[in-house]
Each structure stands twice: as structure tokens, then as C-alpha cells.
């Protein structure tokens, strides 16, 4: 594996959501206008057929993928998603609002090569509702977290993070909104930092 990433072809990007897939659309639109420099987008790949990210990946011509759980086991629904990732050669995995802890052999396939984004201020307040976790305990700060996934919930290695003050009268909504344009920001802002010191293309 090379260590100098600029001598190497684009890495090469997969994006797993469930959903909105806005991130996703902020990760999608910093690669285009390089702002995430020296990457390609290989494919999208939600477990929810409706999720309404889809559409948004389609509208800039980017591939996507259904991978339904269907009552599988994780380890084999996950079987499939590692062997679509690998089909489109992807270096690198971010996840965007996917909605699934992944298997041990998922996060051994990709180790180091897997991010997520996270609408606290990891460790804090992990898991779902993060922003109705902060309000609930009257913290004044919270904010988001980009970080590598291992096996723990919201709990690999912080990468970046970005605070966002709360404020009396916020609710979940409100706070969640605030949080979600730093989200816009920070997830490009640390993939493109994780694509400039690690050695990501095999
Ligand atoms: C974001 O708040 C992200 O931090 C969390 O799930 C939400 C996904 O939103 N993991 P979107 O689908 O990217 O719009």
C-alpha cells in the first residue's frame, strides 16, 4: 500500500444511508467540486428501498444499490453489502444515517476504512436520539462527531468534531437543524483530511 496518496488513482468512495441522505449529498458535492481532492464516488448503497436519498444520488448520477435485510442475519446481509463495495472497488466506506450496527466481519473487511458522522459530541451521548440526549440532560454544547466505526456503538476513534451552542428555547428540532449544517461541514472536512494521511487506496 502506498503511503503518498496524490501518486495513486481517485479513492474511491461508498456511501451506506437509510434514509435523508443529506450527508451524503454534502460528501457527494465536496467530491465534485474536489473539495474532498483526489476521490470518486463509486456507489450508494441503502437497506430502506424508500429511503429518500436515493433520488438525490441518482439526480447526480451516482450509483445506487438496495440491499434489504430481509430477515437475514446481519453477517450475511452485511456479506452482500462488503461484496457490492468491493465489485465497485471502494476504498473507502462512510456511513450517512445508516441506520445498522455492522457485523465484526464487515468492520474487518474495511478496519480503518470505515467512517460515520454522529449529532453529539462523542463520547457523549451516543446511539439514537443523540440531540434529545443532550436537551434531556441540560448540557449547554453539543454538537457532531466524525469518527472511525469498530465494533462499539458511536464509539471508535474521534477524527473531527464541531460544537453548536444550545440555546434556552431550542427543541429537538431546532437543535437538530443546527447541528445538521455543521454535519454538512465537518463530514467532507474529515474525509478529505482521513484521504490525505492514510494511505487509503490499496
Ligand atoms: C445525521 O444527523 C447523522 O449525524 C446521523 O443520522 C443523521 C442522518 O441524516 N447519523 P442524513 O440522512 O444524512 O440527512
Redesign the pocket.
Known sequence: MSSDLAAVPRARIGIL?S??????VALADAVREERIPNAAMAIVISDKPDAA?LAKAKERGIETLVIERRGRKRAEHDREIVAALRSKDVDLVCL??YMRMLSPEFIAAYRGRIL????SLLPAFPGLEAQRQALDHGVKTSG?TVHFVDETLDGGPVIAQRTVLICETDTVESL?AR??TE?HKLYPEAVSAVLRQVAIKA
Open positions: 444511508i434514509g435523508r441522505g443529506s450527508n451524503m436519498g450517512a444515517g460515520n458522522i454522529h449529532p457532531c437538530s447541528i445538521l454535519e
